[in-house]
């Protein structure tokens, strides 16, 4: 049974940095791509970048400048970041497996205010 | 704006047949993978279809999809109450290198 158990701060000021880290149990590791995907209130869905075993990493043009995922192989663990946070970054925050998301972490509820 | 685009809503009546459309262009859905999925309320999307037709161990096979050209679709029949959900399709973009998603279409069963 694989299982995405993910975890960070809920709460951020504007121009602070989001920070989230989703462990994963069960399965193969190192055999997929581990994505960052969120949904802010009320709206649809947007992917965030993915990153693969070597640490390869494809990341949402407009998010670019901002955005870093990382992965540790030693924990089965994927991270992101996301820099000078704003209002419009409030959202619910997911970590998915593979580029088809056949499963998904429990979300995160991020909040940017001041 | 969403890359592809869905219909924001869709209603049928229990037992009737719906059909969700997502259209895009020929560097995302003309060349990729088309993969839906189903968001109760308050809980996580969960994989629905995979590469355009494909319905994961435990999906009943009331869920199906179809690609053709730049346009997918999803089609769910003998509609039950507990159908009532977000549904949404992504494939991936060559141009923008990137996953991309349609908007989401809200589905409720009267």
């Known amino acids: 049974q694989v299982q995405l158990q993910q975890w960070g701060a809920g709460l951020l000021k504007p121009s602070e940095t989001l920070s989230l880290t989703c462990a994963v149990y069960?399965?193969?590791?190192?055999?997929?791509?581990w994505s960052w995907i969120r949904q802010p209130p009320g709206k649809g869905l947007e992917w965030i970048g993915e990153?693969?075993?070597?640490?390869?990493?494809n990341y949402n043009w407009s998010l670019k400048s901002r955005v870093t995922i990382l992965i540790d192989t030693s924990k089965n663990q994927i991270s992101l970041k996301l820099s000078s946070v704003m209002a419009a970054d409030t959202a619910v925050y997911y970590c998915?497996?593979?580029?088809?998301?056949?499963?998904w972490g429990q979300g995160t509820l991020v909040t940017v205010s001041s | 704006q969403s890359v592809l685009t869905q219909p924001p809503s869709a209603s049928g009546t229990p037992g009737q047949r719906v059909t969700i459309s997502c259209s895009g262009s020929?560097?995302?859905?003309?060349?990729?993978?088309v993969h839906w999925y189903q968001q109760l309320p308050g809980a996580a999307p969960k994989l629905l279809i995979f590469?355009?037709?494909q319905r994961p161990s435990g999906v009943p096979d009331r869920f199906s999809g179809s690609k053709s050209d730049t346009s997918a679709s999803l089609a769910i029949s003998g509609l039950r109450s507990e159908d009532e959900a977000a549904y949404h399709c992504?494939?991936?973009?060559?141009?923008?290198?990137?996953?991309?998603f349609g908007g989401g279409t809200k589905l409720t069963v009267l």
């Open positions: 990153i693969n075993h070597s640490g390869g990493t």
């Open positions: 590469r355009n037709n």
């Open positions: 992504a494939a991936w973009d060559d141009s923008l290198n990137g996953r991309v």
């Open positions: 020929s560097s995302n859905i003309g060349r990729n993978y």
């Open positions: 998915a497996r593979a580029r088809s998301f056949d499963y």
């Open positions: 069960g399965g193969s590791f190192s055999a997929y791509y």
